[in-house]
């Protein structure tokens, strides 16, 4: 409370000061009734524009949250008049530099599921989580204002955390307001590490595999190998995990937000993050690609993810592998997985228009860019060491990126600017031919002899396509089996439209060559565990990694060394 009226009190003072230099004052609070969590509630403060009219730009759409302002309740305006209308883009009219407050809030909501939509802010009597993005409004134009923000009256019982905390202490700007997390419950579970002199905070709501010991642990393993690659010092950091209902039979849902001082987790609990040292270690590189580099454009922000994403999953897996958490053969399973989905996609060879078009709604499309953005990587990684002698890697060009980024001499997106800092440093690259070739037109990335070194071998096989045989997507929404083809495997094995479906055994997602298995029920009421190979009838060419026979430990030494960056 004191925090939040220092604040305000500094953004109504401040009349002799222009309204783009003012700060903006953020305050969030449980608003409960009978004990249970009734709504969160939102207050804005600011000075108006020195013309008389101000744009207030409310939630609009992020991720897969679209027409976010629909959610916004109790839009109350002090010190200016709202115009009428609706939208995101609202008008304040008010006298000159006026002092404005501006409240709203979000009304609960029902339990979030598999099918719930990221973005979308979750208000539950028992606990809340919210992304920035989704939740906090702003005057138009003051992204890169000063920024404080304070929680409200906290509930008896109830812990609240943010990656804002700090900024009740000194300003931040608009834009990490928006770019945040806020979570409140009241059995929320907050476990700290160091990383360095720096705190990690890992804030766990609801009952997991593994403690929340065991996941910061990990974490903080994680963050200081990152911490290594890109020479900086670690900063303090969040991680809050929530979960999401379902998740029985085996499916799941898991989903990953990177802010640049936290990460949301978002899951079923029968997928433990402290098991996936690959999720914790892309989320975490997010905290630099892009958001160091350049950061994202504003609309159609995934035509980049070949760059913000795929990037990171080549980086994710380099630090597990330097770190030691993967072994030689851990990183070569990883490779051959991401192989398997990328050749075997329907999506590969989708053009950058035809997956923009699809993306939210085809999973195929949605992970093409990470995957070719990987192998990209991976490709330029290999062609600047040659290029250089060896005495430069992908790690210089992408540290030189960032620090031009930090200087202000680079200016534009991190997908923007990469192929100039690429040509820089090693101009014998053709690195726009292939994002024109590989992103632009969606021709097939494929893997040259050597793109891992010396210690690891690229073979090519004949693979059947993936082919589940039915509707998987539509089935698992309601669990009952539908769209099954007469001329597919699953029919062929007894599987038939109707059929209520109770869990998925075993199986690879994208690998016709792992048998998979659906237990089910008959009409009549009879168990049934149907088993076969999600094979179809066409095939393509798999590109497959090894590694090379009777390596000595020394090999495998400069092997790891030589593959983790040099």
């Not at 080549?314 to 851990?330: K, M, P, Q």
């Not at 109707?498 to 869990?503: A, S, V």
Request: charged share 25%.
């Amino acid at each position: 409370m004191r925090a939040w009226g220092l604040a305000a009190a500094a953004v109504l003072a401040a009349s002799g000061a222009r309204a783009a230099d003012a700060p903006v004052a953020y305050r969030v609070s449980p608003v409960m009734q009978a004990g249970a969590l009734n709504a969160l509630a939102v207050e804005v403060a600011f000075r108006g524009d020195a013309d008389g009219e101000t744009r207030l730009d409310l939630p609009d759409h992020w991720a897969e949250g679209e027409d976010l302002s629909r959610l916004v309740t109790q839009l109350q305006v002090q010190g200016a008049t709202l115009e009428p209308g609706a939208g995101s883009a609202r008008v304040l009219r008010h006298r000159p530099g006026a002092p404005i407050r501006v409240s709203y809030r979000f009304a609960v909501t029902g339990e979030p599921g598999r099918d719930h939509l990221k973005g979308e802010p979750v208000v539950r009597p028992t606990w809340f989580m919210a992304h920035g993005e989704a939740i906090f409004a702003a005057p138009a134009g003051r992204q890169a204002a000063l920024a404080r923000f304070a929680w409200g009256p906290r509930p008896a019982g109830w812990a609240l955390v943010s990656d804002l905390d700090h900024l009740a202490r000194r300003p931040g700007r608009v834009s990490d307001v928006a770019e945040s997390v806020v979570v409140g419950a009241t059995e929320l579970k907050v476990v700290e590490r160091r990383l360095g002199r720096a705190p990690l905070r890992v804030a766990v709501l609801g009952s997991w595999p593994s403690p929340p010991e065991r996941l910061a642990d990990m974490a903080a393993r994680i963050m200081l190998a990152e911490h290594a690659l890109w020479r900086d010092q670690p900063r303090p950091f969040l991680i809050t995990v929530t979960p999401l209902a379902g998740g029985e039979g085996g499916s799941y849902s898991s989903t990953g937000s990177g802010k640049g001082d936290a990460f949301a987790i978002e899951s079923t609990t029968n997928r433990d993050p402290a098991q996936d040292p690959h999720f914790l270690a892309h989320e975490y590189m997010h905290s630099w690609i892009a958001n160091q580099l350049g950061g994202l454009p504003e609309t159609d922000e995934a035509r980049d993810y070949w760059f913000s994403e795929g990037f990171t999953d080549f980086y994710a897996t380099r630090v597990l592998l330097a770190s030691g958490i993967w072994s030689l053969e851990d990183y070569v399973a990883r490779y051959n997985e991401v192989l398997t989905r990328y050749d075997g996609s329907p999506a590969r060879n989708f053009t950058a228009d035809q997956v923009m078009a699809v993306f939210w709604s085809d999973q195929d499309a949605q992970q093409s860019p990470y995957d070719r953005g990987r192998l990209l990587a991976l490709t330029w990684d290999r062609a600047v060491r040659e290029a250089s002698g060896g005495r430069l890697s992908l790690d210089d060009v992408m540290r030189r990126q960032r620090d031009a980024v930090r200087a202000g001499t680079a200016k534009g997106t991190g997908a923007a600017l990469f192929p100039d800092m690429l040509t820089a440093v090693a101009p014998e690259i053709p690195v726009r031919a292939d994002l024109e070739r590989h992103v632009t037109r969606g021709e097939t990335v494929r893997l040259q002899p050597g793109a891992f070194g010396a210690c690891l071998a690229i073979s090519s096989q004949q693979v059947p396509v993936f082919d589940r045989g039915f509707d998987g997507a539509k089935s698992g929404q309601t669990g009952i089996i539908t769209g099954v083809d007469p001329a597919g495997p699953a029919y062929a094995a007894g599987l038939r439209d109707g059929m209520k479906r109770l869990g998925r055994e075993g199986g690879k997602e994208g690998d016709s060559r792992v048998p998979i298995g659906y237990r089910v029920a008959g009409s009549d009421g009879a168990l049934r565990l149907i088993r076969y190979l999600p094979q179809g009838k066409a095939s393509f060419d798999l590109q497959v990694v090894s590694v090379l026979p009777d390596l000595s430990a020394a090999q495998r030494a400069a092997c790891v060394k030589d593959l983790s960056g040099g």
